[in-house]
């Protein structure tokens, strides 16, 4: 491909691309053309899928640690970095994040307010650094992972839960204000996806739940996921629901009966 056809692609950046949906939103990505900021802690796994993708891929690769958790002044750093190293950004796609295994009252404060820095105020904060040049840009497109778990909550996910109600909130009051700078957003809400959420997911003091659970074992596979919502991400539709028939039902009942479905969720056996 010529100098001049790669200039032309898109600048994709990506959190939570080291594992799971990240890495198959890197992976779509990559197929379509375009070139990719990898970013999450984990500088080896970032490096490894570098190299994969570079054996396919058109665009250019830039691999940019970064921790959700360092806070505004460090994020705000990163947002400048990724904005420079082409001078501009198409599209964030806000998918780092954790999840929870732990009752609400075996759950330290400190682990719900974690959830809630790496999943809500990273994305929050990434959004809110780079959404100026956008709008000086005329275009962007802001693309968050939120889940099922931001329609309802269920047990063992008070924390978490409250991470991905308030993303949504948050997105959906940005997605107005943007409106009339010709910048979408995009809420993905995902069922069980099997990655390795479970093994990575809180436990009440904070330390990784470390093994699979059921509901994600037999779950779809991310590159799955991101084939068939696709067309849609390639849309910017505003919402995408991807799940099994049981969440589909849940969010069903959410809207048409919650109470039927609050009676289901307190005799449900979740972990
Ligand atoms: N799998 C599911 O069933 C499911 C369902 C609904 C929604 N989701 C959402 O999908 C997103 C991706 O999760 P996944 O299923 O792909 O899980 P995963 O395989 O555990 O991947 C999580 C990603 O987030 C990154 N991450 C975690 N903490 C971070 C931090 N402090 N700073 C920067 N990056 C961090 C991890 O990278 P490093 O460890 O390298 O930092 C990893 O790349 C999450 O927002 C999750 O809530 C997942």
């Given at each position: 491909?010529t ?5 032309n692609?898109p600048?994709?950046w ?10 198959a939103?890197?992976?779509q990505?990559?197929?379509?053309g375009?070139h990719?900021?990898?970013?999450s802690?984990?500088v080896d ?5 570098k190299?994969e993708l570079?054996?396919f891929s ?6 940019m640690?970064l921790d959700?958790?360092a806070g505004?002044g460090?994020l705000q ?6 904005w ?5 950004v198409?599209?964030l796609?806000?998918n780092?994040g954790i999840?929870?295994r ?5 759950t ?5 307010r974690?959830?809630?820095e ?8 990434l959004s809110?650094?780079i959404l100026?040049?956008m709008?000086?840009?005329g275009?962007?497109?802001i693309?968050v ?5 931001g329609?309802?909550?269920?047990k063992?996910?008070?924390g978490y839960?409250?991470s991905?109600?308030a993303?949504q909130?948050?997105?959906d ?12 957003i ?9 990655t390795?959420?479970t093994?990575n997911s809180?436990?009440g003091d ?7 659970g059921?509901?994600?074992t ?5 590159n799955e996921?991101?084939?068939?919502i696709w067309?849609k991400?390639k849309a910017?539709?505003e919402?995408?629901?991807i799940?099994?028939?049981k969440?589909?039902?849940a ?10 479905l609050?009676r ?8």
């Amino acid at each position: 491909m010529t100098a001049h056809a790669t200039s032309n692609l898109p600048v994709i950046w990506i959190t939570g691309a080291s594992s799971g949906i990240g890495k198959a939103f890197a992976q779509q990505y990559a197929k379509d053309g375009a070139h990719l900021i990898l970013s999450s802690r984990q500088v080896d796994e970032l490096e490894k899928l570098k190299s994969e993708l570079t054996s396919f891929s058109n665009g250019d690769i830039l691999v940019m640690p970064l921790d959700l958790s360092a806070g505004d002044g460090s994020l705000q750093k990163k947002t400048e970095e990724a904005w420079a190293w082409k001078n501009k950004v198409d599209v964030l796609v806000n998918n780092g994040g954790i999840s929870q295994r732990s009752l609400f009252l075996e759950t330290d404060m400190k682990t719900i307010r974690r959830l809630l820095e790496v999943n809500l105020f990273g994305a929050l904060a990434l959004s809110r650094f780079i959404l100026p040049s956008m709008v000086n840009q005329g275009s962007g497109h802001i693309i968050v992972t939120s889940s099922v778990a931001g329609k309802f909550g269920t047990k063992y996910r008070s924390g978490y839960a409250a991470s991905k109600h308030a993303i949504q909130g948050a997105f959906d009051s940005i997605r107005q204000e943007m409106y009339e700078h010709n910048i979408d957003i995009t809420l993905v809400c995902p069922g069980p996806i099997k990655t390795a959420i479970t093994q990575n997911s809180l436990t009440g003091d904070g330390k990784a739940f470390g093994k699979m659970g059921d509901l994600h074992t037999h779950a779809m596979d991310p590159n799955e996921m991101l084939r068939r919502i696709w067309p849609k991400i390639k849309a910017r539709k505003e919402e995408i629901t991807i799940s099994g028939p049981k969440e589909r039902l849940a969010l069903l009942l959410k809207r048409a009966a919650p109470g039927i479905l609050n009676r289901i969720l307190k005799q449900s056996k979740v972990v």
